[in-house]
Protein backbone atom coordinates (compact mmCIF):
# COMPACT_ATOMS: atom_id res chain seq x y z
CA UNK A 1 0.00 0.00 0.00
CA UNK A 2 1.58 3.06 -1.10
CA UNK A 3 2.07 5.89 1.91
CA UNK A 4 -0.29 8.37 2.76
CA UNK A 5 0.31 11.94 0.31
CA UNK A 6 1.57 15.25 2.38
CA UNK A 7 -2.56 16.64 2.25
CA UNK A 8 -3.62 13.67 3.61
CA UNK A 9 -0.71 12.95 6.62
CA UNK A 10 -1.10 16.77 7.77
CA UNK A 11 -4.74 16.26 7.66
CA UNK A 12 -4.85 13.43 9.79
CA UNK A 13 -2.36 15.31 12.47
CA UNK A 14 -4.52 18.80 12.36
CA UNK A 15 -7.14 16.29 13.30
CA UNK A 16 -5.26 15.89 16.80
CA UNK A 17 -5.15 19.47 17.30
CA UNK A 18 -7.78 22.14 18.37
CA UNK A 19 -10.22 23.48 16.14
CA UNK A 20 -8.26 26.66 15.75
CA UNK A 21 -4.71 25.69 16.66
CA UNK A 22 -1.65 27.78 16.23
CA UNK A 23 1.26 25.67 14.47
CA UNK A 24 5.00 26.43 13.66
CA UNK A 25 6.31 26.37 10.31
CA UNK A 26 10.13 26.84 9.85
CA UNK A 27 11.88 29.21 8.15
CA UNK A 28 14.65 29.97 5.49
CA UNK A 29 15.79 26.63 3.64
CA UNK A 30 13.68 25.10 6.28
CA UNK A 31 10.35 26.12 4.94
CA UNK A 32 7.76 23.14 3.96
CA UNK A 33 7.23 24.88 1.11
CA UNK A 34 5.53 21.27 -0.18
CA UNK A 35 2.73 21.64 2.14
CA UNK A 36 1.66 25.12 1.11
CA UNK A 37 1.74 23.60 -2.21
CA UNK A 38 -0.80 20.60 -0.75
CA UNK A 39 -2.87 22.86 1.10
CA UNK A 40 -2.95 25.49 -1.85
CA UNK A 41 -5.12 22.62 -3.94
CA UNK A 42 -6.58 21.93 -0.68
CA UNK A 43 -7.58 25.19 1.24
CA UNK A 44 -9.50 23.87 3.91
CA UNK A 45 -6.38 21.98 5.80
CA UNK A 46 -5.53 26.04 6.36
CA UNK A 47 -9.15 27.24 7.37
CA UNK A 48 -8.67 28.73 10.97
CA UNK A 49 -5.12 27.96 11.47
CA UNK A 50 -2.43 30.42 12.75
CA UNK A 51 0.50 29.93 11.45
CA UNK A 52 3.62 30.79 13.60
CA UNK A 53 7.33 31.21 12.24
CA UNK A 54 10.15 33.64 11.49
CA UNK A 55 10.21 33.88 7.54
CA UNK A 56 12.87 35.86 6.23
CA UNK A 57 12.66 38.23 3.25
CA UNK A 58 14.24 37.31 0.23
CA UNK A 59 14.49 33.53 1.39
CA UNK A 60 10.92 32.78 2.16
CA UNK A 61 8.24 33.46 -0.16
CA UNK A 62 4.64 32.12 1.01
CA UNK A 63 2.13 33.92 2.34
CA UNK A 64 0.32 31.35 4.80
CA UNK A 65 -2.36 33.53 5.93
CA UNK A 66 -3.02 33.77 2.46
CA UNK A 67 -3.89 30.21 1.98
CA UNK A 68 -7.20 30.38 3.09
CA UNK A 69 -9.80 33.17 4.29
CA UNK A 70 -10.00 31.70 7.65
CA UNK A 71 -6.15 31.31 8.46
CA UNK A 72 -3.87 33.96 9.93
CA UNK A 73 0.02 33.89 10.94
CA UNK A 74 2.49 35.43 13.37
CA UNK A 75 5.53 36.11 12.23
CA UNK A 76 8.39 38.89 12.71
CA UNK A 77 9.04 39.77 9.35
CA UNK A 78 7.06 41.48 6.65
CA UNK A 79 8.52 40.97 3.00
CA UNK A 80 6.46 42.48 0.40
CA UNK A 81 5.04 38.43 -0.05
CA UNK A 82 3.40 38.46 2.83
CA UNK A 83 1.48 42.43 2.52
CA UNK A 84 -1.34 41.06 1.16
CA UNK A 85 -2.42 39.25 4.72
CA UNK A 86 -0.81 42.24 6.46
CA UNK A 87 -3.08 44.20 4.79
CA UNK A 88 -6.08 42.31 5.33
CA UNK A 89 -5.52 42.00 9.24
CA UNK A 90 -4.63 38.68 9.09
CA UNK A 91 -0.62 38.72 10.07
CA UNK A 92 0.58 40.49 12.54
CA UNK A 93 4.18 41.46 12.95
CA UNK A 94 5.94 41.70 16.08
CA UNK A 95 9.05 43.81 15.76
CA UNK A 96 12.00 41.49 17.59
CA UNK A 97 15.24 40.59 17.46
CA UNK A 98 16.44 37.15 16.62
CA UNK A 99 17.62 36.51 19.88
CA UNK A 100 13.83 37.42 21.15
CA UNK A 101 12.10 35.55 18.71
CA UNK A 102 14.06 32.10 20.09
CA UNK A 103 12.11 32.77 23.70
CA UNK A 104 9.09 33.80 22.01
CA UNK A 105 9.07 30.88 19.82
CA UNK A 106 9.91 28.78 23.09
CA UNK A 107 6.83 29.97 24.77
CA UNK A 108 4.34 31.29 23.07
CA UNK A 109 1.14 29.03 22.69
CA UNK A 110 1.57 26.61 20.51
CA UNK A 111 -0.49 23.03 19.39
CA UNK A 112 1.14 21.81 16.80
CA UNK A 113 4.68 22.32 14.63
CA UNK A 114 6.07 21.12 11.33
CA UNK A 115 9.42 20.82 10.22
CA UNK A 116 11.18 19.54 7.33
CA UNK A 117 13.99 17.35 8.19
CA UNK A 118 16.35 14.55 6.64
CA UNK A 119 14.94 10.81 6.57
CA UNK A 120 16.11 8.74 9.95
CA UNK A 121 19.47 7.21 9.78
CA UNK A 122 19.60 3.47 10.40
CA UNK A 123 19.49 4.17 14.24
CA UNK A 124 16.31 6.25 13.43
CA UNK A 125 17.95 9.81 14.34
CA UNK A 126 16.75 12.44 12.04
CA UNK A 127 18.62 15.89 11.38
CA UNK A 128 17.63 19.59 10.91
CA UNK A 129 20.03 19.47 8.29
CA UNK A 130 20.45 23.00 6.89
CA UNK A 131 18.25 24.57 8.48
CA UNK A 132 18.16 24.14 12.33
CA UNK A 133 17.71 27.57 13.61
CA UNK A 134 14.93 27.60 16.30
CA UNK A 135 13.96 23.52 15.75
CA UNK A 136 15.66 22.99 19.07
CA UNK A 137 13.20 25.60 20.96
CA UNK A 138 10.52 23.88 19.05
CA UNK A 139 11.72 19.65 19.71
CA UNK A 140 12.53 20.91 23.74
CA UNK A 141 8.62 21.78 24.32
CA UNK A 142 8.40 18.09 25.52
CA UNK A 143 4.55 18.02 25.18
CA UNK A 144 4.24 19.72 21.87
CA UNK A 145 2.97 17.40 18.81
CA UNK A 146 5.67 17.83 15.67
CA UNK A 147 4.91 16.39 11.89
CA UNK A 148 8.26 16.04 10.78
CA UNK A 149 8.32 15.99 6.79
CA UNK A 150 10.98 13.49 5.95
CA UNK A 151 12.65 15.53 2.68
CA UNK A 152 15.76 13.39 1.20
CA UNK A 153 16.60 16.45 -0.30
CA UNK A 154 17.45 18.02 2.98
CA UNK A 155 21.20 16.87 3.67
CA UNK A 156 21.67 15.25 6.79
CA UNK A 157 25.10 17.19 7.16
CA UNK A 158 27.47 15.80 9.56
CA UNK A 159 27.15 18.44 11.97
CA UNK A 160 23.63 19.83 12.33
CA UNK A 161 21.01 18.84 15.40
CA UNK A 162 19.65 15.53 15.84
CA UNK A 163 16.80 14.01 17.35
CA UNK A 164 15.53 10.84 17.32
CA UNK A 165 12.86 10.07 15.03
CA UNK A 166 10.13 9.10 18.20
CA UNK A 167 10.03 12.42 19.20
CA UNK A 168 7.95 12.79 16.34
CA UNK A 169 3.97 12.60 16.54
CA UNK A 170 4.09 12.19 13.28
CA UNK A 171 5.96 11.28 9.96
CA UNK A 172 5.74 11.77 6.22
CA UNK A 173 8.52 11.70 3.44
CA UNK A 174 7.65 14.69 1.09
CA UNK A 175 10.10 14.91 -1.60
CA UNK A 176 10.82 18.75 -2.62
CA UNK A 177 13.84 21.05 -3.86
CA UNK A 178 14.94 22.84 -1.02
CA UNK A 179 14.79 26.70 -1.65
CA UNK A 180 17.32 28.55 -3.26
CA UNK A 181 18.62 31.61 -3.74
CA UNK A 182 21.15 32.29 -6.32
CA UNK A 183 23.97 34.69 -5.82
CA UNK A 184 22.92 38.33 -7.85
CA UNK A 185 25.19 40.45 -9.94
CA UNK A 186 26.24 42.79 -7.79
CA UNK A 187 26.65 46.89 -8.66
CA UNK A 188 30.45 48.09 -8.53
CA UNK A 189 29.84 50.14 -5.35
CA UNK A 190 29.51 46.41 -3.66
CA UNK A 191 33.32 45.57 -4.41
CA UNK A 192 34.45 49.02 -3.21
CA UNK A 193 32.82 48.34 0.06
CA UNK A 194 33.54 44.94 0.43
CA UNK A 195 37.43 46.20 -0.30
CA UNK A 196 37.06 48.40 3.02
CA UNK A 197 34.94 46.09 5.11
CA UNK A 198 37.65 43.55 4.34
CA UNK A 199 40.42 45.95 5.51
CA UNK A 200 38.67 46.54 8.92
CA UNK A 201 38.68 42.89 9.72
CA UNK A 202 41.12 41.98 12.98
CA UNK A 203 43.87 39.12 12.43
CA UNK A 204 42.46 35.96 12.72
CA UNK A 205 38.64 37.81 12.86
CA UNK A 206 35.94 35.37 13.56
CA UNK A 207 33.24 36.62 10.83
CA UNK A 208 29.29 37.33 10.97
CA UNK A 209 27.59 38.08 7.90
CA UNK A 210 23.84 39.12 7.43
CA UNK A 211 22.07 38.34 4.35
CA UNK A 212 22.24 39.63 0.68
CA UNK A 213 24.65 41.25 -1.76
CA UNK A 214 27.01 42.57 1.53
CA UNK A 215 27.54 38.92 2.26
CA UNK A 216 28.10 38.32 -1.20
CA UNK A 217 30.81 40.64 -2.25
CA UNK A 218 32.55 40.64 1.29
CA UNK A 219 33.07 37.35 1.45
CA UNK A 220 34.61 36.90 -1.91
CA UNK A 221 36.60 40.19 -0.76
CA UNK A 222 37.92 37.73 2.15
CA UNK A 223 38.67 35.06 0.47
CA UNK A 224 42.76 35.77 0.63
CA UNK A 225 42.49 36.44 4.56
CA UNK A 226 44.25 33.41 5.87
CA UNK A 227 43.22 32.70 9.67
CA UNK A 228 39.92 34.03 9.25
CA UNK A 229 36.82 31.87 10.44
CA UNK A 230 33.28 32.30 10.42
CA UNK A 231 30.22 32.57 13.00
CA UNK A 232 27.20 33.84 11.42
CA UNK A 233 23.57 33.82 11.36
CA UNK A 234 23.12 32.55 7.91
CA UNK A 235 25.67 31.27 4.99
CA UNK A 236 25.57 31.49 1.29
CA UNK A 237 27.13 30.52 -1.76
CA UNK A 238 30.61 31.85 -1.57
CA UNK A 239 31.00 30.14 1.77
CA UNK A 240 31.97 26.86 -0.51
CA UNK A 241 34.55 28.68 -2.58
CA UNK A 242 36.29 29.50 0.70
CA UNK A 243 36.16 25.87 1.93
CA UNK A 244 37.60 24.75 -1.15
CA UNK A 245 40.67 27.45 -1.00
CA UNK A 246 41.22 28.03 2.46
CA UNK A 247 41.44 24.22 4.37
CA UNK A 248 42.06 26.11 7.64
CA UNK A 249 38.42 27.69 7.53
CA UNK A 250 36.15 26.66 10.16
CA UNK A 251 32.26 27.61 9.63
CA UNK A 252 29.44 27.75 12.31
CA UNK A 253 25.98 28.70 10.78
CA UNK A 254 22.62 28.89 11.77
CA UNK A 255 21.23 27.99 8.08
CA UNK A 256 22.83 28.07 4.97
CA UNK A 257 20.46 29.63 2.06
CA UNK A 258 21.95 29.37 -1.50
CA UNK A 259 21.75 26.69 -4.88
CA UNK A 260 21.93 23.30 -4.45
CA UNK A 261 25.90 23.44 -5.22
CA UNK A 262 26.15 24.98 -1.84
CA UNK A 263 23.97 21.76 -0.30
CA UNK A 264 25.53 19.03 -2.08
CA UNK A 265 28.88 20.62 -1.07
CA UNK A 266 27.80 20.73 2.54
CA UNK A 267 27.03 17.46 2.48
CA UNK A 268 29.59 15.81 3.87
CA UNK A 269 31.26 18.78 5.15
CA UNK A 270 33.13 18.49 8.44
CA UNK A 271 34.03 21.55 9.14
CA UNK A 272 30.76 23.11 8.93
CA UNK A 273 28.65 23.19 12.39
CA UNK A 274 25.09 23.89 12.06
CA UNK A 275 23.69 25.63 15.40
CA UNK A 276 20.97 27.00 16.50
CA UNK A 277 19.38 30.18 17.16
CA UNK A 278 20.42 30.41 21.00
CA UNK A 279 23.92 29.97 20.04
CA UNK A 280 24.46 31.89 17.05
CA UNK A 281 22.82 35.34 18.08
CA UNK A 282 22.43 35.55 21.51
CA UNK A 283 24.88 38.44 23.14
CA UNK A 284 26.61 36.78 26.24
CA UNK A 285 28.20 33.62 23.03
CA UNK A 286 29.16 36.38 20.85
CA UNK A 287 30.84 38.11 23.52
CA UNK A 288 32.83 34.94 24.28
CA UNK A 289 34.52 34.88 20.83
CA UNK A 290 37.56 37.12 20.52
CA UNK A 291 37.36 39.04 17.27
CA UNK A 292 34.09 39.01 16.41
CA UNK A 293 33.68 41.02 13.44
CA UNK A 294 29.74 41.36 12.40
CA UNK A 295 29.02 42.64 9.02
CA UNK A 296 25.89 43.80 7.97
CA UNK A 297 23.65 46.43 5.48
CA UNK A 298 20.53 48.47 6.43
CA UNK A 299 18.77 50.94 4.20
CA UNK A 300 19.91 54.42 5.48
CA UNK A 301 21.97 55.80 8.50
CA UNK A 302 21.15 59.50 9.77
CA UNK A 303 23.73 61.86 10.53
CA UNK A 304 22.69 60.64 14.65
CA UNK A 305 24.63 57.25 13.57
CA UNK A 306 20.63 55.65 13.57
CA UNK A 307 20.30 53.15 10.99
CA UNK A 308 17.07 52.07 9.59
CA UNK A 309 16.71 48.22 8.37
CA UNK A 310 13.21 47.83 7.99
CA UNK A 311 11.08 50.47 6.13
CA UNK A 312 11.51 52.15 2.49
CA UNK A 313 8.92 55.18 1.86
CA UNK A 314 7.38 54.30 5.59
CA UNK A 315 6.39 50.67 4.66
CA UNK A 316 7.97 47.99 6.25
CA UNK A 317 9.58 45.58 4.24
CA UNK A 318 11.73 43.90 6.56
CA UNK A 319 12.05 43.28 10.30
CA UNK A 320 15.15 43.48 12.44
CA UNK A 321 16.32 40.13 12.81
CA UNK A 322 19.28 39.86 14.12
CA UNK A 323 21.04 43.41 13.47
CA UNK A 324 21.25 44.59 16.92
CA UNK A 325 22.31 41.21 18.19
CA UNK A 326 25.59 41.32 16.22
CA UNK A 327 26.52 44.47 16.98
CA UNK A 328 26.33 44.13 20.91
CA UNK A 329 28.12 41.21 20.47
CA UNK A 330 30.75 42.64 18.94
CA UNK A 331 30.97 45.35 21.47
CA UNK A 332 31.18 42.79 23.74
CA UNK A 333 33.70 41.05 21.82
CA UNK A 334 37.12 40.94 22.88
CA UNK A 335 38.97 42.48 20.04
CA UNK A 336 35.08 43.16 18.34
CA UNK A 337 34.38 45.15 15.20
CA UNK A 338 30.64 45.82 14.51
CA UNK A 339 30.25 47.16 10.70
CA UNK A 340 27.11 48.53 9.18
CA UNK A 341 27.08 48.78 5.50
CA UNK A 342 25.40 50.62 2.58
CA UNK A 343 25.15 51.98 -0.78
CA UNK A 344 25.29 55.43 -0.55
CA UNK A 345 22.62 56.23 -2.58
CA UNK A 346 19.52 54.82 -4.19
CA UNK A 347 18.11 55.13 -7.30
CA UNK A 348 20.50 55.36 -9.77
CA UNK A 349 22.00 58.28 -7.26
CA UNK A 350 19.10 60.64 -7.12
CA UNK A 351 18.33 59.67 -3.44
CA UNK A 352 21.10 59.54 -0.47
CA UNK A 353 20.61 56.69 1.82
CA UNK A 354 22.84 58.44 4.52
CA UNK A 355 20.20 61.01 5.38
CA UNK A 356 19.76 63.77 7.60
CA UNK A 357 17.19 62.22 10.13
CA UNK A 358 15.55 59.08 10.26
CA UNK A 359 11.95 58.93 10.08
CA UNK A 360 10.21 58.45 13.43
CA UNK A 361 9.20 54.82 12.75
CA UNK A 362 12.11 53.60 11.26
CA UNK A 363 14.96 53.87 14.12
CA UNK A 364 15.94 49.92 13.76
CA UNK A 365 19.49 50.36 15.34
CA UNK A 366 20.23 53.29 17.64
CA UNK A 367 23.06 55.20 17.45
CA UNK A 368 24.67 53.68 20.89
CA UNK A 369 24.89 50.67 18.73
CA UNK A 370 26.63 51.95 15.89
CA UNK A 371 30.66 51.42 15.57
CA UNK A 372 31.99 51.15 11.97
CA UNK A 373 29.74 52.56 8.74
CA UNK A 374 31.05 51.85 5.81
CA UNK A 375 30.06 53.11 1.66
CA UNK A 376 31.79 52.63 -1.56
CA UNK A 377 33.19 56.09 -0.49
CA UNK A 378 35.07 55.27 2.55
CA UNK A 379 34.80 53.92 6.25
CA UNK A 380 34.31 56.31 9.39
CA UNK A 381 34.04 55.13 12.89
CA UNK A 382 31.35 56.85 15.07
CA UNK A 383 32.08 55.05 18.82
CA UNK A 384 33.64 57.91 20.63
CA UNK A 385 32.63 60.54 18.38
CA UNK A 386 30.77 63.54 19.23
CA UNK A 387 27.31 64.84 17.76
CA UNK A 388 29.14 66.84 15.33
CA UNK A 389 31.99 64.53 14.89
CA UNK A 390 29.54 61.78 13.63
CA UNK A 391 27.94 64.01 11.34
CA UNK A 392 31.17 65.44 9.67
CA UNK A 393 32.52 61.53 9.31
CA UNK A 394 29.11 60.63 8.10
CA UNK A 395 29.43 63.02 5.37
CA UNK A 396 32.65 62.52 4.38
CA UNK A 397 31.52 59.19 3.38
CA UNK A 398 28.26 59.86 1.52
CA UNK A 399 28.11 60.49 -2.18
CA UNK A 400 29.56 63.70 -3.06
CA UNK A 401 26.71 64.90 -4.78
CA UNK A 402 24.50 65.07 -1.48
CA UNK A 403 27.43 66.03 0.90
CA UNK A 404 26.76 69.82 0.74
CA UNK A 405 22.90 69.22 1.18
CA UNK A 406 23.26 66.96 4.10
CA UNK A 407 25.93 69.46 5.73
CA UNK A 408 23.48 72.30 5.13
CA UNK A 409 21.13 70.20 6.65
CA UNK A 410 22.98 69.28 9.76
CA UNK A 411 23.51 73.08 10.29
CA UNK A 412 19.83 73.71 10.75
CA UNK A 413 19.49 70.47 13.02
CA UNK A 414 22.21 71.52 15.04
CA UNK A 415 21.39 74.97 15.80
CA UNK A 416 17.57 73.65 16.66
CA UNK A 417 19.34 71.44 19.11
Same mark, same amino acid.
Given at each position: ?? #? ?13 ? $? ?72 ? *? ?38 ? $? ?43 ? #? ?23 ? $? ?61 ? *?????? *? ?73 ? #? ?11 ? $? ?29 ? *? ?27
Amino acid at each position: MA #APPLSAKFAAFRKSL $PAKPRIYINGCAGEAVGLAEAMADAPELAAGVTFVGAWVPGINLTDWASLHAEAQAETTFLPPSLRPSFEDGRT *RILPMAYSATWDWIRTTPLDGAVLMVSPPDNDGNISLGIS $PDFGPAILARTNLPVLGILNPQMPAVPNSVTVHQSRFAALVEHER #ALIEVAPQRLAPGFQRIAAHVAGLV $PERGVLQFGIGNVQQAVLAAVSGLRGVSIHSGIVSDPVADLLDTDDTLRVATGVAVGTKRLYD *RLAKET *RVRFLPVSETHFVHKLAAISRFTAINSVIEVDLFGQANAEFIGGRQVSGTGGLTDFLRGARASEGGVGITALLST #AQSGAVSRIVPRL $PQVATSVTRADMDWVVTEHGAVRLHGLDLDG *RASALISIADPTHQAALANAWDEMRRGM
